[in-house]
């Protein structure tokens, strides 16, 4: 089967004289669409939070994706480059956004939250866990439409290869940005919503953060296989990326949490 030729997708549109990144819109729809899921889960028994304090929260909650997104990066990727250009570190636009920092930026916008407003970190963790996916997946689909973070050059037997635009060795690769996508989104968040169904999983405190935790960090490891490593890192020892590198840590907090949860007696109100 001959590899599908992508063509050269805008990177977004204009609404009047601004204009609209696809991956800024990925973001907006991944805060809102969490939101209404958070909201209706945080109801479900053992009750996490009023209504109107995940309303509250989405404030907090974007300032930990975009602070912890944009710094995870800065620190993780490319500390020498902004050491040297610190006038760059707030042009987010330029891309360049961490998911393990994000993920940091929001654990602590969790905390900081529950601690202000009296809730149990952990179960309200929980909720927000549930529909962090739904980020991930569209946060992918804007990765392939922008044409970056291609994959390692696909074997002639692969049938779903692609010659990304830009690449000037035309090879085949996988398109590694849907591998991840449908491994971080689709599928993860089909396990975290099957295991939110249950309230002996909801009473347990902390059991679907870290299966979301551990889930993630084994979808990454799993995806970066498919994904060329990024340009001015390229591979690390024992032929790793620097997204599995900061994965592994997710994979064992991720099942200290579910062990933990498990051994503690569960709260079914």
Request: one cysteine or more.
């Amino acid at each position: 089967m001959s590899p599908i030729i992508l063509p050269v997708f805008p990177r977004g549109f204009h609404i009047g004289p601004v204009f609209i990144h696809y991956y800024a819109l990925a973001y907006m729809l991944g805060l809102l669409a969490g939101w209404q899921l958070v909201r209706r889960l945080s109801q479900r028994l053992p009750v996490a939070s009023t209504m109107e304090q995940v309303d509250d929260f989405l404030t907090w909650a974007v300032l930990g994706v975009i602070l912890g997104g944009r710094t995870g990066y800065v620190l993780f990727y490319q500390p020498a480059y902004y050491f040297h250009h610190p006038l760059q570190i707030p042009a987010v636009w330029d891309g360049g956004m961490s998911f393990h920092g994000g993920f940091l930026g929001v654990s602590i916008a969790i905390l900081w939250f529950c601690i202000r407003n009296n809730l149990h970190p952990l179960r309200f963790a929980d909720r927000v866990s549930v529909a962090v996916p739904i980020g991930l997946f569209l946060g992918r689909c804007a990765n392939f439409i922008n044409g970056e973070l291609w994959g390692r050059p696909a074997p002639a037997s692969f049938p779903f290869a692609m010659i990304y635009p830009g690449d000037p060795a035309h090879l085949p690769r996988y398109p590694s940005e849907l591998i991840e996508a449908s491994l971080e989104g689709i599928l993860l968040f089909l396990v975290m919503l099957f295991a939110a169904r249950f309230q002996a999983v909801r009473a347990r405190a902390g059991l679907l953060t870290g299966i979301f935790i551990a889930g993630y960090g084994v979808a990454r490891i799993t995806g970066e296989c498919f994904r060329e490593p990024d340009w001015f890192l390229g591979f690390l020892p024992f032929g790793t990326t620097m997204g599995q590198l900061l994965s592994i840590p997710m994979v064992i907090a991720g099942t200290g949490l579910i062990i933990y949860a498990t051994r503690r007696t569960p709260r079914a109100s």
